[in-house]
């Protein structure tokens, strides 16, 4: 049997290693490592299969984050919505601006953030509210914009689990997440379902105004060179890794679908036993399945992935801790914030691997073992 990976981007970049590498070297031979020719072609690409009017690379999808907020225009002690069961860089950008995080429980089933929670947690001085399309899923997207649109607030996607993943609207019409808020923000880590050969990331918008300060925030503040108009920071795409990405890009809706692929294997193996929860699909939503997340019933979650190490299973929790129980927020005041569902899940979760390159030799082996050892 080939070696388990929780992800295996050797194997992928082998099966497109000719494309990429032309891709590399066109790069190399034109010299145009920052803002190149492949930026501005993979950004024009990425918006069409978007179906986005303006999409604004960077260098990750942490300054993706943060650049979106700068953008909004909020000022410090501004509230932010967003749930505290996901990982530190959603939550992070907030503290970072001096706004104020407002930590607020997950949905039940999908594990992204719960509609009903954000309308209880709106004060004068909510501004924004920040979902994240968790290990693939998307949020409720269409309650989350009724929710917005009533109070008069900003929605920031955090789309980088769930790049290619469409959200399915009551009236029959589809979007892809990352395009149905004001603006969308996606990282390019090399896990990712589209992935770098290194760090990258990307902002969307179908607002003109807002496309023209994410690209300013993004380039010192400046629109014209020498010229800055507001305080920005230094954030690009080179264009190495633009060009990995739009060959990439053409394979993105096969890697979902491989993806999914895994995931039914998964699903069929573990449908009868009561101790495992797999994970739910909701109908106004895709799943490109980022990460495939278990919820363990009357097993003691750390017990057993010490007994998949041993075995040669790798496995992963995503995530141990709550944003809302970190050191980094205790400034705010919240570590006694009870969310009972999101620290339910933080004792139970844990992910097996998932990717583009796994065989039914691979998943028998893995299914049985996870069975075996529960």
Same mark, same amino acid.
């Given at each position: ?25 066109? @790069?190399?031979?034109? &010299?145009?490592?920052? +803002? =190149?020719?492949? *930026? ?20 990750? =999808? ?30 992070? *950008? ?9 930590? *607020? ?66 009236? /029959?019409?589809?979007?892809?997440? /990352? &395009?149905?808020?004001?603006?969308? $923000? ?6 990712? +379902? ?6 990258? %990331?990307?902002? $969307? ?13 993004? +380039? ?11 305080? %920005? ?27 999914? #692929? ?34 363990? #019933?009357? @097993? ?11 075995? %040669? ?6 995530? !141990?801790? !709550? ?52």
């Amino acid at each position: 049997m080939r070696p388990l990976y929780m992800v295996d981007t050797h194997s992928q970049y082998h099966k497109i290693k000719d494309q990429v590498d032309k891709a590399v070297l066109d @790069v190399m031979e034109s &010299t145009a490592f920052i +803002n =190149g020719k492949a *930026v501005k072609e993979f950004s024009d690409h990425l918006g069409a299969y978007l179906g986005a009017k303006h999409v604004i690379p960077c260098a990750n =999808g942490t300054d993706a984050l943060q650049i979106a907020l700068m953008a909004l225009g909020l000022q410090p002690g501004d509230e932010v919505i967003t749930p505290s069961f996901t990982y530190i860089a959603t939550t992070e *950008v907030i503290a970072l601006l001096r706004l104020t995080p407002v930590f *607020v429980e997950v949905d039940p089933k999908t594990f992204c953030i719960d509609p009903a929670a954000i309308e209880k947690a709106i004060t004068p001085k909510t501004k924004a509210i920040v979902p994240v399309h968790l290990y693939g899923q998307s949020a409720n997207m269409e309650a989350i914009l009724k929710i917005a649109e009533q109070h008069g607030l900003s929605v920031v996607e955090d789309n980088a689990q769930a790049i290619g993943c469409n959200f399915h609207f009551s009236d /029959g019409t589809s979007k892809k997440t /990352g &395009t149905i808020g004001h603006i969308g $923000c996606t990282s390019f880590y090399p896990s990712k +379902n589209l992935g770098a050969f290194g760090d990258g %990331g990307a902002m $969307c918008t179908n607002d003109d105004a807002l496309a023209e300060k994410l690209k300013m925030i993004a +380039n010192h503040g400046q629109k014209e060179r020498y010229y800055h108009e507001m305080v %920005g920071c230094n954030s690009r795409l080179d264009s190495i890794q633009a060009a990995i990405l739009d060959v990439k890009l053409n394979h993105l809706n096969s890697y979902c679908a491989a993806r999914q #692929e895994v995931a039914a294997y998964y699903d069929q193996a573990f449908s009868k036993t009561d101790a495992i929860l797999t994970p739910h699909k909701a109908a106004f939503s895709d799943h490109v399945y980022h990460q495939y997340t278990i919820v363990l #019933e009357g @097993v003691d979650r750390d017990q057993f992935k010490a007994r998949l190490d041993k075995t %040669g299973v790798p496995s992963m929790v995503y995530y !141990p801790v !709550p944003a809302h129980k970190q050191k980094m927020f205790e400034q705010f005041g919240v570590g006694l914030l009870e969310l009972p569902l999101t620290s339910w899940l933080t004792e139970r979760v844990i992910s097996l691997p998932i990717h583009t390159e796994m065989d039914e030799e691979q998943l028998k082996f893995i299914t049985d073992t996870v069975l075996s050892n529960l």
